[in-house]
């Protein structure tokens, strides 16, 4: 049982990194991030793409715990925690709306840190995916079976887990199986991290693969240290920075008390299913907005 569970205070973090959560898909995990997202206490939070999943969002899907989610975030925004929200492939769309800001809240493709005098440099990473930039139907598609993956992978956990059995990930297993798979990820972080060399960071910092990481390599031009937060639909894991340290979060349901985390997740939802997802969208940008005026 972790501190967080007893209610004896929350985590406090300085930077907060979270990637590929996919609210609007079937195999998000709204509730077990959600419960995460109220056991610390950021001071400032990146979102580095696939935040939101406009390629599989559908009106016949929104749960309650997906809006929590984007609800929980406003909270924070409201309370002046700096957010910014680096857009990826799957919420694409956005990249129009680069360099929106509105309170604390703003909208960029990629980002420059200093932290404690080091170099960071931070953006999603599927400007490196070949396939998506050249055939994106094909991607697209094969979201599609992804998605489909999750679902099967749902089913067979829930079965798992009732009988005794331990969660696992489908996909994760057939990435690891897969030569080519563990080979793209090699080459991406690689690449990535020789660019950030010749720019002379110190780090660089993606999402994009579900792959967490923290890694240094050493390259031609110095020594660079790459960390992937990962994602919130197999993984469930998180970048933080405290105190000039980086550390690589990973949800575990033990760490959190039962009873605890369900009502943590089903707190105030029945004010929530009055109110349509627009509704709720513009009535947190308008409390933003009149917050900003202020």
Same mark, same amino acid.
């Given at each position: 049982?972790?501190?967080?569970?007893?209610?004896?205070?929350? %985590?406090?973090?300085?930077?907060?990194?979270?990637? @590929?959560?996919?609210?609007?898909?079937?195999?998000?995990?709204?509730?077990? *991030? *959600?419960?995460?997202?109220?056991?610390? +206490?950021?001071?400032?939070?990146?979102?580095?793409?696939?935040?939101? @999943?406009?390629? +599989?969002?559908?009106? %016949?899907?929104?749960?309650?715990?997906?809006?929590?989610?984007?609800?929980?975030?406003?909270?924070?925004?409201?309370?002046?925690?700096?957010?910014?929200?680096?857009?990826?492939?799957?919420?694409?769309?956005?990249?129009?709306?680069?360099?929106?800001?509105?309170?604390?809240?703003?909208?960029?493709?990629?980002?420059?840190?200093?932290?404690?005098?080091?170099?960071?440099?931070?953006?999603?990473?599927?400007?490196?995916?070949?396939?998506?930039?050249?055939?994106?139907?094909?991607?697209? *598609?094969?979201?599609?079976?992804?998605?489909?993956? !999750?679902?099967?992978?749902?089913?067979?956990?829930?079965?798992?887990?009732?009988?005794?059995?331990? %969660?696992?990930?489908?996909?994760?297993?057939?990435?690891?199986?897969?030569?080519?798979?563990?080979?793209?990820?090699?080459?991406?972080?690689?690449?990535?991290?020789?660019?950030?060399?010749?720019?002379?960071?110190?780090?660089? !910092?993606?999402?994009?693969?579900?792959?967490?990481?923290?890694?240094?390599?050493?390259? +031609?031009?110095?020594?660079?240290?790459?960390?992937?937060?990962?994602?919130?639909?197999?993984?469930?894991?998180?970048?933080?920075?405290?105190?000039?340290?980086?550390?690589?979060?990973?949800?575990?349901?033990?760490?959190?008390?039962?009873?605890?985390?369900?009502?943590?997740?089903?707190?105030?939802?029945?004010? *929530?299913?009055?109110?349509?997802?627009?509704?709720?969208?513009?009535?947190?940008? +308008?409390?933003?907005?009149?917050?900003?005026?202020?």
């Amino acid at each position: 049982m972790t501190e967080n569970s007893q209610g004896k205070g929350k %985590r406090k973090v300085d930077l907060l990194v979270i990637s @590929d959560v996919h609210l609007g898909m079937y195999g998000c995990r709204a509730k077990e *991030l *959600l419960n995460y997202l109220k056991s610390i +206490q950021p001071k400032e939070v990146i979102l580095n793409g696939d935040i939101i @999943d406009i390629w +599989q969002f559908s009106k %016949r899907y929104w749960p309650k715990s997906h809006m929590k989610v984007v609800s929980h975030l406003f909270k924070w925004m409201s309370k002046g925690i700096k957010i910014t929200y680096i857009t990826g492939n799957h919420d694409e769309m956005l990249r129009k709306f680069e360099g929106f800001s509105v309170g604390s809240f703003e909208l960029q493709n990629k980002m420059t840190l200093n932290l404690d005098g080091q170099k960071a440099w931070v953006f999603h990473g599927d400007v490196f995916d070949v396939t998506m930039q050249h055939s994106r139907w094909l991607t697209k *598609l094969g979201a599609i079976g992804y998605d489909a993956l !999750i679902l099967i992978n749902q089913v067979v956990n829930f079965f798992s887990e009732k009988f005794g059995g331990a %969660r696992i990930s489908l996909s994760k297993r057939v990435k690891n199986s897969v030569k080519g798979a563990v080979k793209f990820i090699n080459q991406f972080e690689e690449v990535a991290t020789d660019i950030a060399a010749e720019n002379g960071f110190d780090y660089v !910092i993606c999402g994009h693969i579900h792959h967490p990481e923290m890694k240094e390599y050493e390259t +031609q031009h110095g020594k660079v240290k790459y960390l992937n937060s990962g994602d919130w639909i197999e993984n469930l894991s998180s970048l933080e920075y405290h105190k000039g340290k980086w550390s690589l979060y990973q949800y575990h349901d033990e760490d959190f008390d039962e009873e605890t985390s369900e009502e943590m997740a089903e707190k105030d939802l029945d004010n *929530l299913s009055e109110k349509t997802p627009k509704e709720l969208f513009g009535k947190m940008l +308008q409390d933003m907005y009149i917050k900003d005026k202020s």
